[in-house]
């Protein structure tokens, strides 16, 4: 078998485990299909953010730059699917999100068991 092609297979194989590096914690991206499309209300409370999605547990999980490693959950209070009734502070956001390999981002919607450790 030709080594550069035995070489590119044993990469590829080890893509998945990158997963594992986690600790049980959340979910390491090691391949997620994407982008994943997001829309909701905001109020500004965390300041500026840079993308987000909402998580398979109802919260949205947000990242302040693009470098960041992992996502943070924000509380329901600060962010909505739906727009808010009366007066409110709220401002619509539209996004998406591409991760890539060895972001943290917990309960990604779609990423299945085999991001999880």
């Known amino acids: 078998m030709n080594r550069a092609l035995t070489f590119a297979l044993l990469a590829a194989a080890s893509v998945p ?3 594992c590096a986690d600790g049980g914690v959340g979910v390491r991206v090691a391949y997620a299909p994407g982008p994943y499309a997001y829309d909701g209300w905001y109020d500004g409370y965390y300041g500026p953010i840079y993308d987000g ?8 999980y947000y990242r302040h730059a693009e470098g960041e490693g992992a996502f943070v959950r924000g509380d329901r209070g600060h962010f909505m699917h739906e727009a808010p009734q009366g007066p409110h502070n709220f401002h619509p956001i539209h996004g998406n999100t591409a991760l890539r390999p060895g972001v943290r981002a917990p309960h990604y919607p779609g990423g299945g068991d085999r991001h999880r450790n």
């Open 17 to 19: 485990l990158a997963a």
């Open 53 to 60: 999605y909402w998580g398979s547990d109802g919260y949205f």
